[in-house]
């Protein structure tokens, strides 16, 4: 770990709204746009950390919410941290467990100091305000630390969603004071909530704004939402987030999610597609998405992609993944999501590099295309 | 593949009655005492292929029954063979299927013809003969084929244990004729039975040798019996094959099995325990098992083994083990079939070294000692 690099953003090209730069960390350089694979409990499933890293991923997210249950942050921190935990020596984020707390937590009761609820694992309930969510970030050691928010599922009440944004802003400043001046390279992110009421998005990321974070992460969307209200959220909130400062949609996406987000200024995705639908069988391929389960494939003596950076990719026949996938074999699922973290990670590569030669529309709408026209039938 | 090579054996050394020598094949060498590791049904159960070579593994096992059922021989055939299916280019062994049909499938009958008998996938009807085991192995293009042969769980009637016997020698000669004058490179193993009965043993042994085999396999044992039952039966039978050819103890075993036995004369074997046990969270060390899943390795920050071949071994703290484990993480199922098979493979490559160097005595005692010693205590 340098010790001697700080937080920074730097953007090296625009194209329209698109934007390309690199984060520094303390633990090194994440190129932007960037992919994060999620490692919710400390690891990616079915996937090595090195396999991780060949991929092209500069940065991983891990879930605190997981990580505070079991094994613990104390434990962890006194393991020497996340990064040493889990022998991954590159960038991490860590979100607040908010969101976990929402989704997979029974009995909680939000109010004013926190979140009240029970452990999924073993029922034990667990207080998590502001200032616990920034302590166990910081136990965890992450790079990039997210405020405590509350994120509702939409649709949702107006009212509610108005409620719940005031007092993710309220839960903003907590965080940001209980932070404090960060250690060196360490970075704190607020999150833009305000489901989809346009002058309620607004207000969050102007407040957020005057709040000066290091990043501005957009909450609350693909929760359940057509593509279209996602995309036109992040059309009115982009404008009002500090420019100087990388912007984060979370929990997006698709790849084609990724191209319009990219396209609407956004700089860092997080997102277990990659890994889910590998270990379903659903790889990703530049010919679109293929779905290994599939008897059209039982006979196809053709790897996914014989041009692929993947060597999953390249070394294997679809026929072989597909039964790898009908036996129930855990290769299969390993090998899927290798082979889709590569194309997450080649995608976010080809994005970079369009973005800076200026035509990142051609370069979507070839993308596209290529999906458009589908897997090349077998011979 | 090197189609010039043809099937041989050599040996190099012996120390009182083990053997240190290599067996060749159309796809290249395997020294020997050796280690298959089993890829059932054409994978290793969380372990990619490139794992298993870098463990040290020369040849691999799959099975035939699996293999057979799904995706089928044929299937297997027109996709180029076995080795090109899996993306393995190394020696191969297939069983004949017999042992997967004795223990998996419902509604067998064994009969002079072959032993006919219900999928375990889907029911239906399957009939394997001697000639039938013979024609599915070459389908798949192993580099070592087995006889069919009828296996008894022990303890067995000995009425049963002699018919089964006397039957499997019969179709052994079946196989025999079958295999014929075989392609180049390629071998076919007799297998004696005859269960916990010294004189049956012998019997099958001498009629198996008279036959002309290119290797000779001991089979059913490590079926339930008593370890000193199976190195009795050892002693009895290995005398009696051909010291020219290799001898392969099926299905066995544990360190401790496959350091008795190899000082007994057996120069091959195959288990599923390095993947089982390390899906289920025990370690083979250097200091005897480890289970990581127990509570005493939650905040213990040491390696499995420091001084390890195996990254996995030296990369990751117990702690990490134990977490990942007790979050049903695959990658701790990955990382301990890793650690597992490169145990086995130092194992193999400390035994061939001991017999070359006429010390196995020496060797296996130290081995024993160190597992006698255990774990080091967490500071």
Request: glycine residues 10%; charged residues 20%; negative net charge.
């Amino acid at each position: 770990m340098d010790q001697e690099l700080h937080f920074g953003f730097r953007l090296f090209s625009t194209d329209r709204a698109a934007r390309q730069g690199e984060i520094t960390t303390a633990h090194g350089i994440v190129r932007t746009p960037a992919f994060m694979p999620v490692g919710t409990q400390g690891a990616l499933k079915g996937v090595h950390w090195q396999e991780v890293r060949e991929a092209g991923a500069d940065i991983v997210l891990a879930n605190t919410y997981h990580l505070m249950l079991r094994p613990g942050a104390e434990r962890i921190a006194e393991l020497g941290g996340l990064h040493r935990f889990i022998n991954w020596p590159h960038p991490i984020l860590t979100d607040s467990g908010g969101f976990q707390v929402m989704s997979l937590a029974d009995l909680r009761k939000v109010d004013e100091s926190g979140v009240t609820f029970r452990s999924h694992l073993d029922g034990a309930v667990v207080e998590l305000s502001p200032e616990c969510a920034i302590e166990i970030q910081a136990l965890l050691g992450s790079d990039i630390a997210m405020q405590l928010d509350e994120c509702l599922a939409l649709p949702a009440d107006p009212a509610e969603v108005e409620r719940a944004m005031r007092l993710s802003l309220r839960w903003a400043e907590r965080c940001k004071r209980a932070f404090g001046s960060a250690p060196a390279g360490r970075a704190l992110f607020g999150i833009v909530q305000g489901g989809d009421r346009r002058e309620l998005r607004v207000e969050s990321a102007r407040a957020l704004a005057g709040m000066e974070f290091d990043g501005y992460a957009i909450g609350g969307l693909a929760v359940g939402e057509p593509q279209d209200v996602m995309l036109a959220t992040i059309e009115e909130v982009v404008p009002h987030l500090p420019a100087e400062r990388p912007h984060y949609l979370m929990g997006v996406g698709t790849p084609d999610d990724i191209l319009a987000a990219v396209a609407r200024g956004i700089d860092m995705f997080d997102c277990v597609l990659p890994t889910r639908n590998g270990r379903h069988g659903l790889a990703f391929t530049r010919f679109g998405p293929i779905n290994l389960k599939n008897a059209r494939h039982a006979n196809d003596a053709r790897p996914l992609d014989a041009d692929s950076r993947c060597p999953a990719a390249r070394d294997y026949s679809r026929a072989y993944l597909h039964h790898l996938m009908k036996a129930n074999e855990m290769l299969g699922a390993m090998l899927l999501s290798v082979v889709n973290l590569f194309y997450y990670q080649d995608l976010m590569q080809g994005i970079r590099a369009a973005i800076a030669a200026g035509n990142l529309v051609d370069f979507s709408g070839m993308i596209r295309e290529a999906w458009a026209r589908g897997d090349i039938a077998p011979l």
